[in-house]
């Protein structure tokens, strides 16, 4: 060592310096690398984190996931610990709780955060509800295969699916309006939709959240489709296409009434989980667009079902570094920690690692441009490489404005493995509570209504919470954790004794199964056993007198690096035929409602009538100007459910109203028409 050297850490040492305080600052520098464990007896929460000496201070809230404020603190200030134990828990309750650790760097003050969702047997997605499924109908046909066992994958997952056939050219305000009153007709258990195809794309906001005055005016902004108000958003303003003297590009370019909205933040908070698989113009890749979605949806259900693993840790290749505080990277720190655990997240090259290494989670940021990353690569890469990691995020210019050609954004989800991909620095995401068995819609959601709970990221390039431009590109269905129980399902029905009994394979070192049901005309499934039941047999002593699924899943005891839940299955699923004295709904739940099953392929809509009364009933359908252009039915007579078809292969696309005509009537509903 030279002499020079030994004089100064000599003198540092004589002056009380730390040695550790100078060095360069880095995006894990915003982040608390928080992970927990459990116990059952007693009870309790454990917290831990890497132990660091330049700690000054260190603070622990807790809360309930559905609380508006953190609360009070609770922890006192223990600078040197590096691990917190909560035994005020109880066992089935779920808990959010935020670390915030102030440090000082090169003499610099900053507070890092950290988030985990934790519990003990928590119980998590009993009840998923409906999926709508926005689907463009340019592939509806030719897929139609592959989207039945999508609709049939999601009911093995509890959730049942509604389709909403749209073509390129329907307007957003239809498509918002169709989502809308399908949601309001049951705000409790419609939650989620799944935008797949090129569903026509809305814009919004006079904003440019990457910061470049030639990407200022209206972003994509699918958060449009998941906001329950149709009034607040306004097409009304105009600003000059010159931005510091800048032109915009076309696609930013907003003015009054030219179809795209005003917006820079949603109205009010969102009702709905959004996600979107959109993969036209994506010519890099050497399929084509229907051969690519046909690869997603194939993937997608190889993953639910187990056939698409990864080992659960996490990448990252972070070329922006800590960035005067925005260290973008942080959101991949902060989510992969109580995803995957801090000693499994990996700082290595993206496409070199990714090439020949599995991960569950990858993260990459750099420069950016339309089609790439500076320091990740860029779309081509996507396209002639294997990128083998399920769910991804990417950050970097331009590319967050993702309905472009080749967009690097939405290039992850055409290579054969990954699943998901979301924009995240501007703001972070906030992918943690996957770790405790929500989906990627509920992480979604999390971060498209986070205005100030969490750390996000919103201090620059003009940014504010709830920005508009914030999308997931992937399924808002998918899980961290899957598995399939039990694979197959015996249903059998005795009308003498007036019972469906299931039977399936059991599984020893399951927790033990939930049944559940829901008739045609349901909105959602309805548990039957309200603990998971240990035997290979259900009887359903008061089966419905309609057509019902029945669905068995399998109960898994499952710990994570975020806690204990109990994971439910991929399960399986069976159909009872009715004609049973119907016990399971009671008069007061007979109302008369009508609503339309839209065909899975070709062009026959069936009309479900549910009629408290025995009086004639027809069933005919209007047209907008309220002219009657076919009677379906004359004469349904007995209370109950009845049924018709309409073939609408001879009449235009639009809107369209179906009405029934009778005693307690007349009651009716919209119907989309679209066969383009």
Request: hydrophobic letters at 40%; one cysteine or more; proline letters at 4%.
């Amino acid at each position: 060592m030279k002499l020079r050297h030994l004089i100064v850490i000599v003198l540092a040492a004589l002056l009380g310096l730390s040695i550790r305080t100078v060095r360069a600052q880095n995006s894990v520098d915003r982040v608390v690398l928080v992970e927990a464990t459990v116990t059952k007896s007693p009870a309790r929460i454990v917290l831990h984190w890497p132990k660091d000496t330049l700690t000054t201070s260190m603070s622990v809230y807790r809360r309930s996931p559905d609380a508006t404020s953190w609360g009070a603190l609770r922890r006192p200030t223990l600078v040197k610990d590096s691990f917190f134990v909560d035994t005020t828990v109880v066992v089935g309750t779920e808990y959010e709780y935020r670390l915030m650790k102030s440090t000082k760097i090169n003499g610099s003050a900053m507070t890092q955060y950290g988030y985990v969702r934790s519990g003990i047997g928590v119980r998590v997605g009993d009840d998923p509800g409906r999926c709508l499924l926005v689907l463009d109908t340019t592939y509806a046909s030719a897929l139609s295969g592959e989207l039945s066992r999508l609709v049939n994958d999601l009911r093995n997952e509890g959730m049942l699916v509604t389709r909403i056939p749209v073509g390129r050219n329907t307007s957003v305000e239809e498509i918002k309006a169709t989502i809308n009153s399908v949601y309001e007709k049951d705000p409790d258990h419609v939650s989620t939709v799944f935008l797949f195809g090129h569903v026509p794309v809305p814009y919004s906001g006079f904003m440019n959240p990457d910061g470049h005055p030639n990407h200022y005016g209206a972003w994509p902004a699918d958060v449009y489709y998941g906001d329950d108000d149709l009034i607040d958003w306004t097409d009304d303003n105009y600003e000059d296409s010159i931005q510091n003297g800048t032109r915009v590009r076309d696609a930013q370019y907003n003015i009054a009434s030219d179809g795209k909205y005003d917006q820079v933040q949603t109205p009010s908070e969102l009702v709905l989980k959004i996600g979107r698989v959109d993969l036209s113009n994506m010519s890099s890749f050497s399929k084509s667009e229907k051969d690519l979605l046909k690869q997603y949806l194939d993937k997608d259900h190889a993953y639910r079902t187990g056939a698409l693993t990864a080992p659960e840790r996490g990448l990252i290749d972070d070329n922006f570094g800590y960035m005067s505080g925005e260290a973008f990277a942080a959101s991949g720190w902060r989510n992969f920690a109580p995803l995957v655990g801090a000693d499994s997240i990996h700082a290595v090259d993206f496409f070199t690692t990714l090439a020949t290494d599995n991960y569950l989670w990858a993260y990459g940021c750099g420069g950016g441009w339309d089609q790439g990353a500076s320091g990740v690569g860029a779309t081509t890469d996507f396209a002639s490489k294997p990128v083998n990691a399920i769910f991804t995020m990417l950050f970097g210019s331009y590319f967050g404005d993702w309905n472009v050609s080749d967009n690097f954004l939405r290039a992850p989800l055409c290579n054969d493995h990954s699943l998901v991909c979301a924009w995240s620095g501007r703001p972070y995401w906030l992918f943690f509570p996957m770790g405790l068995g929500h989906t990627t819609g509920d992480c979604a959601l999390l971060t498209q209504n986070n205005v100030s709970d969490f750390d996000a990221n919103i201090i620059s390039a003009g940014a504010v919470a709830w920005q508009v431009h914030e999308a997931l590109m992937g399924d808002p269905t998918l899980r961290m954790r899957p598995f399939v129980a039990p694979n197959s399902l015996t249903l059998s029905e005795d009308h003498a004794a007036n019972s469906v009994t299931l039977v399936w394979p059991q599984d020893a070192a399951l927790r033990g199964y939930n049944v559940y049901r829901a008739s045609v005309r349901s909105n959602h499934m309805t548990l039957l056993t309200p603990q998971p039941i240990a035997a290979g047999t259900f009887t359903d002593a008061s089966p419905l007198a309609d057509t019902a699924y029945y669905l068995v899943r399998g109960v898994r005891d499952e710990s994570t690096k975020s806690g204990n839940y109990l994971n439910l299955a991929y399960g399986a699923s069976a159909v009872s035929n009715g004609g049973f004295n119907d016990a399971g709904v009671s008069s007061h739940q007979l109302s008369d409602n009508i609503s339309v099953i839209y065909p899975e392929a070709g062009t026959v809509a069936t009309i479900v009538l549910e009629h408290a009364n025995s009086a004639r009933v027809r069933i005919e359908v209007l047209d907008v100007q309220g002219r009657v252009i076919a009677t379906l039915a004359d004469g349904v007579g007995a209370a109950g459910t009845s049924r018709c078809d309409w073939n609408f292969a001879s009449v235009p696309n639009g809107v369209y109203f179906i009405r029934a005509v009778g005693e307690g009537m007349p009651v009716s509903t919209k119907i989309f028409v679209r066969k383009d």
